[in-house]
């Protein structure tokens, strides 16, 4: 194993280096049952206990109370963009949108076809480049919940403060999921695709107050019903089996490397060694966004121009740093550097944009 690349991508992206071999070592035979786990019924005690345990580890590392159901759905965090409105909006309430970027404006199309949705706050004007304070959210009344993108994966913005309103937070948190503690009094329901930050893509987690769905909307099909799963403990049908297993390995390295507060520490001191070497590059390298607002996942930047753009990505790429392009909407470079990023990799990636800028400037 002494090939692997480091590897940028958006999401799905790198997972730890152990996790994958541990799985590798139990794929064919898991753990003497002569068949591998995806081979086997969900319903199967082997199964049962990877399935509960993902779900506890999940509860227990991001320290989400009892009130709270831990789901693990299909449809990525896109079909959450209608079932959190499906399920919560109701009749006469409306649904307040933080207008923040690509991602959010998914969210917000989606609610306006389940009810009276708004947004309470727009980043167009500012180019989406930086999160608004709570003074600058204006809430109407009979407002449901206020829904916030707590990292924009494109544009490279992280909610760093969380607003301070009189309604529930829910928060899609695909792109800095379980990277820092949360305040879950201000939340009604949180969730993202695990594909970046918790294992390979096939999943949603989704964390939802029980008590928020007391009253909630129960006029369709079982699936699209919260809960429906919150019954089931998420086995209502079959459901990602090698998605969750893999999530529970993760969640278990995670736990070993000291839980949230050191995933926390770790992510702000990696994507501040990249932040320094754009600020120490005399405007050469530039990221657009806010400071205050500066994702510790998804790391934006520009260089002097696009040609140089694209020579940077195609020499990253020959010397292993792979996936460096910044989304097709906005173009730019893009270092994503999840939970599972070594800080060799990002330090890889720190001395290769010095060289770089010497080497063409
Ligand atoms: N929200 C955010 C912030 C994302 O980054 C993404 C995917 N990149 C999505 C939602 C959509 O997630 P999925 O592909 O799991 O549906």
């Known amino acids: 194993m002494t090939n692997r690349v480091h590897n940028f991508c958006a999401g799905p992206c790198t997972l730890p280096l152990e996790v994958l071999e541990e799985a590798q070592q139990e794929f064919v035979d898991y ?26 580890l999940a509860r227990e590392i991001y320290g989400a109370p009892d009130d709270f159901a831990v789901l693990f759905l299909q449809g990525g965090a896109t079909l959450q963009f209608a079932m959190v409105p499906m399920n919560l909006l109701k009749a006469g309430q409306k649904a307040a949108y933080v207008g923040s970027g690509a991602w959010a404006s998914g969210a917000f199309k989606d609610a306006q076809k389940y009810g009276e949705a708004y947004l309470a706050w727009d980043g167009k004007d500012n180019g989406y480049t930086r999160m608004p304070g709570s003074d600058e959210i204006e809430l109407r009344p009979d407002t449901r919940y206020l829904h916030v993108t707590s990292n924009e994966t494109i544009g490279g913005i992280r909610m760093t403060e969380w607003p ?16 820092r503690p949360i305040p879950w009094e201000k939340f009604d329901l949180v969730y993202g ?4 930050n918790l294992g390979p893509a096939g999943a949603a987690l989704v964390f939802v107050r ?20 919150v019954d089931k403990d998420s086995l209502f049908n079959t459901p ?12 278990k390295w995670m736990k070993n490397k000291g839980g949230l507060p050191a995933i926390e520490q770790e992510a702000a001191d990696k994507s501040a060694r990249i932040y320094q070497v754009i600020d120490n590059s ?5 990221c657009p966004v806010a ?3 500066r994702s510790h996942m998804n790391v934006v930047f520009r260089l002097p121009n696009e040609e140089l753009e694209k020579k940077f990505i195609k020499e990253a790429d020959a010397a292993g740093l792979k996936n460096l392009k910044g989304h097709r909407s906005v173009g730019g470079c893009r270092a994503s550097i999840y939970n599972a990023m070594p800080m060799e990799g990002v330090e890889a990636l720190a001395g ?4 770089f800028q010497r080497d063409n400037s």
């Open 193 to 196: 695709g695990v594909q970046k």
């Open 164 to 179: 301070e309103v009189d309604v529930p937070l829910v928060a899609d948190m695909s792109s800095d999921y379980m990277s």
């Open 210 to 229: 029980k008590s928020a769905l007391s009253d909630a909307n129960s006029d369709m099909g079982a699936y699209l019903r919260y809960q429906t799963h």
């Open 282 to 286: 005399n405007g050469w390298y530039s």
């Open 31 to 56: 753990h003497g049952t002569g068949m591998s786990l995806i081979e086997m019924s969900h319903r199967a005690p082997e199964y049962d206990e990877v399935h509960m345990e993902a779900m506890q």
């Open 352 to 355: 290769f944009m010095q060289q």
């Open 291 to 293: 400071v205050e607002n």
């Open 240 to 251: 990602p089996v090698f998605t969750i297993y893999m999530i529970g390995k993760v969640l």
